[in-house]
């Protein structure tokens, strides 16, 4: 069996970190995201916060998404804990 950095959340769609790597891929996820935040002020223009702030974020929620995708459980709407698991 492989080792599951994601599992399925227990209530919806998505995955929850159950490892301590999935715990640092969001952690690393939040501090990039909080870095690239810090870049914006207000005199920034709107192409700027488009490059410095937009486009990073979508690239890193791909990422983040990928990784999950690749070493979380298959996915499936879920509604609390099922009889059969």
Request: proline fraction near 2%; charge should be positive; aromatic fraction near 16%.
């Amino acid at each position: 069996m492989k080792n599951i950095w994601f599992r399925r959340k227990l209530y919806g769609w998505g995955w929850c970190p159950s490892t301590w790597q999935g715990w640092l891929i969001v952690a690393l996820y939040s501090g990039l995201v909080a870095l690239f935040a810090l870049t914006i002020d207000s005199d920034s223009a709107r192409k700027e916060v488009g490059l410095t702030f937009v486009l990073p974020l979508i690239f890193l929620t791909g990422t983040l998404i990928r990784i999950a995708y690749k070493t979380g459980e298959k996915q499936r709407w879920q509604w609390g804990k099922r009889l059969d698991d």
